[in-house]
């Protein structure tokens, strides 16, 4: 049963920078083709922040471009989202995503909260 684990959220000033990691547990291979970040904030649809590709071609939403950025480690099925320059609009609920052929698995989320 593969699992994400995600960590790093919490209560930043703006401006500021957090780093949210996902380690993917129940594989003991690189099993991803896209693994990815969401976000949802109270009131809004779920939307797609940045996503990786087991190549490490990279993808972001214009919004986080220039300001965040995503990484993977293949080896420890682990993503990574380094948030610099946060904004209040930036606040949301981040949830990891991650894509094999057959299944899209979800990881619980993490608060990010950003006061201005």
């Known amino acids: 049963q593969v699992q994400l684990v995600e960590s790093g959220g919490g209560l930043v000033q703006a401006g500021g920078s957090l780093r949210l990691s996902c380690a993917a547990s129940g594989t003991s291979r690189s099993t991803f083709s896209i693994m990815g970040w969401y976000r949802q904030a109270p009131g809004k649809q779920r939307e797609l922040v940045a996503s990786?590709?087991?190549?490490?071609?990279?993808n972001y939403a214009h919004s986080v471009k220039d300001r965040f950025t995503i990484s993977r480690d293949n080896a420890k099925n682990t993503v990574y989202l380094q948030m610099n320059s946060l904004k209040p609009e930036d606040t949301a609920v981040y949830y990891c995503?991650?894509?094999?052929?057959?299944?899209?698995?979800w990881g619980q989320g993490t608060q990010v909260t950003v006061s201005s």
């Open positions: 990786v590709t087991s190549g490490r071609m990279t």
């Open positions: 995503n991650a894509k094999t052929v057959s299944f899209n698995y």
